[in-house]
């Protein structure tokens, strides 16, 4: 037994000292600093079939989101047909490269099951889909999720709640019960807030900070507001994000960066990539620097997977790795912001 943990003792020391010289990449962001997580979206399908993505997934992060797989349409396909499969090898994945997982996301008005939004439903129906829904799925995971984007994207951008299916047939107070059930579902969940624009001081993060202190103050348990920060370099860098991201810690929140990610006008150009690397720095700089800032997760890693081409005509190379998995300004930005927390 000793000769044994003696030889492989010697056969490990043999191998780090055999080993090639460390470049960049050969420690993962997630060894950076404890604080915050960093995370990736996962494209479930990527994971299954390029191991290439897979070793950097593991290697690169301690938090994951599934970028499809627990909405709405995936998890409830038909009504009352329930398939967690997708969700559950990404919980296992996580669990096995010692990774937490963000749940996305249990109330949302796009990515619904085509049963749910062509159907005719009462409002009263509605109501207890909406419940059942969170319990099933909250309840399918719980323990095994570290933080629930329970609702996404219900404001507009003047600071007016969305018009959805859930606003129509429940009013309002949709989203005070959906943090209720939630927490009655997974106790343990931290319950976020998440929506896209939030980043800037301004009318729609000012109403989301309304809503959450509101919802605070009648004592409905949420803990966190997640914000997208789904930037392009066309657009001027939201210099007030930091600061905003300062008066949801003071309200007694906790912060997230959950969906970044900094696109651009192609063709992609070395000047662009510069812009784009400040870009994400001074994300990152701004979570960093806010002690409540609980986790930054890039809404992928690798161009060669990201959404930003199929949904912003012309727009691309949004993330920090280029499609052959090479790290680009970003990353190094990246490293270099983590490398100043704590
Ligand atoms: C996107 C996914 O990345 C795409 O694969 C999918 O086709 C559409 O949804 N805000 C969110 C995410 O909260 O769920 C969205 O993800 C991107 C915008």
């Known amino acids: 037994m000793q000769r044994t943990r003696l030889a492989v003792l010697v056969a490990v020391t043999v191998m780090l000292v055999a080993a090639p010289a460390a470049t960049a990449t050969d420690h993962g962001l997630r060894d950076v600093t404890k604080r915050p997580l960093v995370g990736t979206a996962v494209d479930m399908s990527a994971l299954a079939n390029d191991p290439t993505y897979k070793r ?4 690169e992060f301690n938090t994951v ?3 499809n797989v627990m909405k709405w349409e995936t998890v409830e396909p038909q009504q009352d047909v329930t398939d967690f499969s997708q969700g559950d090898a990404l919980v296992r994945f996580a669990r096995a490269n010692h990774q937490v997982v963000r749940g996305h996301t249990l109330v949302w008005h796009s990515q619904l099951p085509a049963w749910l939004t062509s159907g005719t439903f009462t409002n009263a129906q509605l109501e207890a889909i909406l419940r059942r829904h969170i319990f099933e799925e909250a309840g399918h995971f719980r323990g095994r999720i570290y933080a629930w984007d329970v609702v996404n994207e219900a404001f507009n951008e003047d600071g007016t709640l969305r018009d959805t299916i859930w606003l129509r047939a429940l009013g309002p ?11 009655e579902a997974d106790p343990h969940a931290r319950l976020y807030y998440n929506d896209f624009n939030l980043e800037s001081i301004g009318p729609k993060s000012d109403a989301a900070l309304a809503l959450v202190k509101q919802l605070k103050a009648r004592h409905v348990p949420i803990d966190g507001v997640g914000f997208q920060g789904h930037l392009g370099i066309q657009y001027p860098y939201p210099d007030t994000f930091g600061d905003n991201l300062e008066r949801f810690a003071a309200a007694g929140l906790d912060v997230a960066i959950t969906e970044a990610d900094v696109r651009m006008v192609l063709p992609v150009t070395p000047e662009k990539l510069a812009t784009q690397a400040t870009y994400f720095g001074d994300m990152m700089r701004s979570c960093v620097a806010v002690r409540r800032c609980a986790s930054f997760t890039l809404w992928g890693f690798t161009d060669k997977y990201s959404w930003v081409p199929g949904f912003f005509e012309g727009e691309g190379a949004a993330t920090p790795l280029d499609e052959a998995f090479q790290p680009k300004p970003a990353y190094f930005a990246l490293r270099d912001a983590l490398g100043r927390g704590d």
């Not at 950097?56 to 290697?59: D, F, G, K, S």
């Open 56 to 59: 950097l997934t593991a290697r």
């Open 65 to 67: 989101t599934p970028e």
């Open 173 to 183: 107070d949709y989203i005070a019960k959906a943090f209720i059930w939630a927490h």
